[in-house]
């Protein structure tokens, strides 16, 4: 079946960038999404990138999309404290009956 | 707009009791969803419905059950918990399940669940 896989755990230095990384094994995945968890709080959607572009930016963030790879990767620039969460990477099909599939979350924490 | 809510927040039982969580929408959503995420293992469904009075099972749905007589809500039983039903369970719904970003699914706080 449908799988997405990313790393469990980032750590950044607070001003760098992140890049939270995933892979999908969906050839006919439409659409794909970013989602953020803060804790103790339910999924928040991010962003999202439609499977017939390669990029997406949206202020800090940018979306890159290697759809012969299977590959999403989100970008956050500047990361500051705040952006300390899970970060789950999600696809959905091409049948309207598709369901999300979501990956296990990249947890990013911030260094000083 | 309240968005999603679930209720309770938490809640202990012993294996073998029975609850019933709860999920509500106010954004007319057709489509709701339960979810439990566990440690590594992001989020596995356990059943959605796509309407009023339909419900329909996800990957993970045994030993649970749901109902949805109403559109606003959709409830998730545990007839007989389980120390494997240990979880935080996420209620979610969307305005359907097309290819759009429109149909992105909205979710409530969650419910964190331990099963003694």
């Known amino acids: 079946g449908e799988d997405v896989e990313q790393s469990l755990f980032l750590s950044v230095r607070e001003g760098d960038s992140s890049v939270i990384n995933c892979t999908y094994t969906?050839?006919?995945?439409?659409?794909l999404y970013w989602y953020k968890q803060e804790p103790g709080a339910g999924l928040q959607l991010l962003t999202y990138?439609?499977?017939?572009?390669d990029m997406k930016q949206d202020q800090r963030l940018t979306v890159l999309l290697n759809k012969k790879d299977k590959h999403l990767s989100l970008r956050i620039a500047d990361t500051q404290t705040g952006d300390s969460a899970i970060y789950f990477c999600?696809?959905?099909?091409?049948?309207?009956?598709?369901?999300?599939?979501f990956g296990s979350g990249t947890r990013l924490s911030i260094r000083p | 707009n309240a968005g999603v809510t679930q209720t309770p927040k938490f809640r202990v039982l012993k294996t073998g009791q029975s609850m019933t969580l709860l999920c509500a929408q106010d954004?007319?959503?057709?489509?709701m969803y339960w979810y439990r995420q566990d440690p590594g293992m992001g989020l596995r469904l356990i059943h959605y419905?796509?309407?009023?009075?339909?419900?329909a099972k996800g990957e993970v749905p045994d030993g649970y059950n749901v109902s949805r007589l109403k559109k606003q809500n959709f409830l998730l039983g545990l007839e007989s918990a389980a120390p494997s039903q240990t979880s935080v369970y996420f209620c979610?719904?969307?305005?359907?399940?097309?290819?759009?970003?429109?149909?992105?699914?909205?979710f409530g706080p969650g419910t964190r669940l331990t099963v003694l």
């Open positions: 979610a719904s969307s305005y359907g399940s097309g290819t759009g970003p429109a149909d992105t699914q909205y």
């Open positions: 969906d050839s006919s995945s439409t659409y």
């Open positions: 990138i439609f499977s017939n572009m």
């Open positions: 999600a696809e959905k099909g091409y049948s309207s009956a598709s369901k999300i599939i």
């Open positions: 954004m007319n959503h057709e489509y």
């Open positions: 419905s796509v309407g009023e009075g339909t419900t």
